[in-house]
T-cell receptor
Framework: GQNIDQPTEMTATEGAIVQINCTYQ??????LFWYQQHAGEAPTFLSY??LDGLEEKGRFSSFLSRSKGYSYLLLKELQMKDSASYLC??????????WGAGTKLIIKP | DTEVTQTPKHLVMGMTNKKSLKCEQH?????MYWYKQKAKKPPELMFV???????INESVPSRFSPECPNSSLLNLHLHALQPEDSALYLC???????????FGPGTRLTVT
């Protein structure tokens, strides 16, 4: 079966760094996405990894290890507006997007 | 323009009503999607249109009927819905060869 695991909820402090992990087992792999979703709003695209390594984009970085079926999203200099759900999603061999359940990130002042 | 628009933003309908959700993008994307999302759950794929042809139908009940009149528009026709169909309905689009999927703001549907 296809499975994507990420923590249900995490809490971090404003100004700090947080790492959200995602592990996956899918039938094939054609890329991993991270999306941010604020409550009641649509997901917004954050990052895409298809090769091993770290992709940095401003305060957000995403890492992928295909051999380990593992990714993380790193958020630096946390701001209150970063409080949201973070969704990990993998494109399988049929180019279908398999979604994780999402990690709710709570930022405290 | 990297925007996907959806109308209406909110919709309340009775179980005997017929209504339609609309989605539009002008990015030249050739793949368009309908997703359904319940609270605190990830989006669930309903339909995929590729080059205006229905390519994926994820065993969605027939009370949901998609339509793609042209490459920029995607509709979802609703008829005889059930209260459990209440959810956020998201439209998205993507371009072949590009991994980015752009989501519209969604329609919050309540079936009474």
């Amino acid at each position: 079966g296809q499975n994507i695991d990420q923590p249900t909820e995490m809490t971090a402090t404003e100004g700090a760094i947080v790492q959200i992990n995602c592990t996956y087992q899918t039938s094939g792999f054609n890329g991993l996405f991270w999306y941010q979703q604020h409550a009641g709003e649509a997901p917004t695209f954050l990052s895409y990894n298809v090769l091993d390594g770290l992709e940095e984009k401003g305060r957000f970085s995403s890492f992928l290890s295909r051999s380990k079926g593992y990714s993380y999203l790193l958020l630096k200099e946390l701001q209150m507006k970063d409080s949201a759900s973070y969704l990990c999603a993998v494109t399988d061999s049929n180019y279908q997007l398999i979604w994780g359940a999402g990690t709710k990130l709570i930022i405290k002042p | 323009d990297t925007e996907v628009t959806q109308t209406p933003k909110h919709l309340v309908m009775g179980m005997t009503n017929k209504k339609s959700l609309k989605c539009e993008q002008h990015m030249g994307h050739r793949a368009m999607y309908w997703y359904k999302q319940k609270a605190k759950k990830p989006p669930e794929l309903m339909f995929v249109y590729s080059y205006e042809k229905l390519s994926i139908n994820e065993s969605v009940p027939s009370r949901f009927s998609p339509e793609c009149p042209n490459s920029s528009l995607l509709n979802l026709h609703l008829h005889a819905l059930q209260p459990e169909d209440s959810a956020l309905y998201l439209c998205a689009s993507s371009q072949g060869g590009s991994p980015s999927m752009y989501f519209g703001p969604g329609t919050r549907l309540t079936v009474t």
